[in-house]
């Protein structure tokens, strides 16, 4: 199976869980001055609109799993990771925040686990936006979404892309990043919300 047959399997299986077959945009990093010719990393990014009702899209990456997640399971197993997120039907660069997430998780800096944030994501993409960072936490909006598939060579797993504010990463920096989670919980925060108001 090529990589173009393996992503529309991917996004096959999402479309299960988004309620139809996605729209799959492709996305690919800009190009690096110092890389010597390297080709620059791509991305395919699923989006399934009236997801998960009407007036909201979801979005998945579909091939991310590739990049490194610098994790692994007690017995040497490497986790790989895909991401999903929720946005609002007219915010579509919700598609472009994935990728540049997806970017910045490839260069390796980053070691994935839930609660860890990616910082600037949303900023590097849409600077105007209230929230400028992403919160990667266990996912909570797709009931049908199996988060975890352990298997004999490596266990891939779903984190959900929340977008945060440069308020809450500076309490996250502080007080951790549980303890945002709980805060954003307890506030009811409306996670799909691109400039909704912080919670700290």
């Not at 996605?22 to 190009?31: G, H, N």
Request: net charge negative; hydrophobic share 40%; with cysteine.
């Amino acid at each position: 199976m090529d990589a173009s047959d393996e992503v529309m399997e991917a996004a096959r299986r999402i479309g299960s869980v988004f309620g139809g077959l996605p729209q799959v945009l492709r996305f690919r990093a800009a190009v690096d001055a110092d890389a010597d010719g390297e080709t620059p990393d791509e991305v395919s990014i699923a989006v399934g609109d009236g997801c998960p009702g009407p007036g909201y899209a979801s979005y998945a990456t579909l091939d991310m799993s590739r990049f490194p997640t610098n994790v692994a399971t007690d017995d040497g197993r490497p986790i790989r990771t895909e991401l999903v997120t929720v946005g609002r039907a007219d915010y579509r660069a919700l598609a472009d925040v994935l990728a540049q997430c997806a970017f910045a998780i490839a260069s390796g800096s980053f070691h994935l686990t839930p609660n860890c944030i990616i910082p600037n994501a949303i900023r590097e993409v849409d600077p105007a936006r209230s929230m400028k960072h992403l919160l990667l936490v266990v996912p909570f909006i797709w009931p049908d979404l199996e988060i975890l598939v352990d298997t004999e060579e490596r266990v891939d797993t779903w984190l959900q892309a929340v977008p945060i504010s440069d308020s809450e990463l500076e309490y996250a920096s502080g007080k951790g990043t549980d303890q945002l989670f709980r805060r954003l919980e307890e506030s009811g925060a409306d996670v799909s919300d691109i400039d909704r108001a912080s919670v700290v």
